[in-house]
């Protein structure tokens, strides 16, 4: 004869587990401020604003240089976006401006931008 399997009950939560779950998420906020407090007062010492300015820098390149490749399009579509978008990555990750790994939280952000650029575009196409 086969052995017959036991059943296994299903723990419900109680409230040592709920309980438990409020305390990792209390601590978790917390080290969350604590992280938020540090990086604020790092980016206050010299070094932290140095290095704040060299991020504004970069930034400001990478913008310029999306500007003159969407400069290069006729009409401004998202696939024309993208595109542009793809190219100043592929600057950037070849120049090694910019840490491989961040490509693709950088591409991903612009590429979340995209309704707004549309929309800023729309505005001043008016405007002229």
Same mark, same amino acid.
């Given at each position: 004869m086969p052995a017959k399997k036991k059943a296994v009950a299903k723990k419900k939560p109680t409230a040592k587990n709920e309980s438990h779950g409020k305390g990792l998420l209390a601590a978790g906020l917390?080290?969350?401020?604590?992280?938020?407090?540090? +990086?604020?007062?790092?980016? /206050?010492?010299?070094?932290? !604003? @140095?290095?704040?300015?060299? #991020?504004?820098? *970069?930034?400001? &390149?990478?913008?310029?240089?999306?500007? +003159?490749?969407?400069?290069? /399009?006729?009409?401004?579509? !998202? @696939?024309?976006?993208?595109? #542009?978008?793809? *190219?100043?990555? &592929?600057?950037?990750?070849?120049?090694?401006d910019i840490a491989s790994t961040e490509v693709p939280q950088v591409r991903d952000y612009l590429m979340s931008k995209w309704k707004d650029i549309e929309k800023e575009y729309k505005t001043a196409g008016k405007g002229k």
């Open positions: 917390v080290a969350g401020a604590a992280l938020a407090v540090g +990086t604020a007062y790092y980016l /206050q010492t010299p070094k932290g !604003k @140095k290095m704040l300015q060299q #991020a504004e820098k *970069k930034a400001l &390149a990478m913008q310029k240089k999306l500007v +003159t490749e969407l400069g290069k /399009q006729k009409k401004l579509t !998202k @696939k024309n976006y993208e595109e #542009a978008v793809t *190219k100043v990555m &592929a600057y950037y990750a070849k120049t090694k």
